[in-house]
C-alpha cells in the first residue's frame, strides 16, 4: 500500500472533497484496491485553485498537523461592490463609488498584519447548531458567526503598480506581472521607445489590487478582503484566490489533475508520490539506533536525550517511526507510523 504525499494543484472548480475523490479513484484503477486511506491536508473552495496537499496511507496521520500549518495566497480584491458570498460566485448585495488609491490601500495593510479578529464568510463550511452554514445561508436563514483570532503574517501588494495597471493571466506558479512591467522590460531591450511618463496629478483611484497574504490557520480571505474594503470606505469582493503553499508543500511539488489521471492509465505512482516525511520538513528530525526504534515502536518513552523541548519526528535510517515529543529529556510517542523496513 503507498504511504506519501499527493501535492495537487486543484483547479478551479473542483471541491476538495472531489479531489480526494480523484486520488481514491486513480490509485483504485491502478490496481491498489479500495482499502487506501486517503484525505486532505485543508480545505480549498471550488472558486480557489493552487497547493492541496491529499494524504495517503500512513500520511493521513498527518492530515491534523496540516490543517493547522500556516498557508500562503495570492488573491485579487475587486472594489465598489460586495456579494453575499464575498467571491465572484455570488449575488451583490453592495455596491459603492468610492475606489481607494494605492496610497491608501498600502496605509490601510498594517491594521490587518499581525495578530486579529475577523468574522468568517456565512459562505463557509463552519457549522451552526450542527449544520453547515453555507446550507444555512443558502436556504435564506441569516447566519451569525463568532468572531475568531487569526494571525496575518505578512502583506505583499502584488498588482497594480500605478494607478490600474492591467492583471496577465496567472502563469500556473501563481506569479503575475502587471502590463506596466512588461512594457518596461520591453523598451530596456528597444531604447529607442521611451517609456510612458504618467502626467503629473492627484493618485488616481484603483478597481482592484492583487496581494499576498501568508497566515495562520482559520484565516479567510474573503474575509479579510471584505474587511480591508471596509476599513477603506467602499466594499470589496475576491475575484481570484490562489494557494501558492501550505505548510511546507508549494507549487513547485504541486501536478495538474492530468498528471494525477496519468496514473490511472498506468503511469508510475512514484512520479507524483512525495515521502510521508516531506510532510515534516519543518520540524527537527530524531535518528535512532536499533533499540530505541524497537522501543519507540513499542511506545515507550525514551529517556536522557539531550535535547530541546518539542516535538521530533523519529527515524531510524531513512524511515520515519513516529513523531514524539521532548520534554525533560525524555522522548514519549505522540504519533507513530506503520511503515515497512522499520527495525522491529
Known sequence: MPDGWVIL?????????????????????????????????GTLDPLASGVLPIAIGEATKLAGRMLDASKIYAFTVRFGEE??????EGTVIATSEHLPTMADIEAVLPRFTGAIEQVPPAYSALKVDGQRAYDLARAGETVELKTRAVTVYEF??????????EILPDTGRGTTRSVVEGRAQQAQNTPDLPLHQPAAGPPPPVGEVSL?????????????AR???HALGTCGTVTMLRRLKAGPFDLSQAISLDKLNETGKGAPLEHILLPLEAGLDDIPALDLDPEQARAVRQGRVLTGLPLTDGLYWARYGRNPVALVEVSGEDARVSRGFNLPDVAE
Not at 456579494?83 to 465572484?88: E, G
Not at 505583499?156 to 495597471?165: A, C, F, I, L, M
Not at 499576498?212 to 479579510?224: E, F, M, P, Q, W
Request: glycine share 14%; aromatic share 4%.
Open 83 to 88: 456579494t453575499d458570498t464575498l467571491d465572484a
Open 156 to 165: 505583499t501588494v502584488q498588482h497594480p503598480r500605478e494607478g490600474g495597471d
Open 212 to 224: 499576498l497574504a501568508n497566515v495562520s490557520k482559520g484565516t479567510y480571505i474573503r474575509s479579510l
Open 227 to 229: 474587511d480591508i474594503a
Open 9 to 41: 494543484d486543484k483547479p478551479l472548480g473542483l471541491g476538495s472533497t472531489q479531489a480526494v475523490a480523484a486520488v481514491k479513484r486513480n490509485l483504485r484503477e491502478a490496481g491498489y484496491g479500495k482499502k487506501v486511506k486517503v484525505g486532505h491536508g
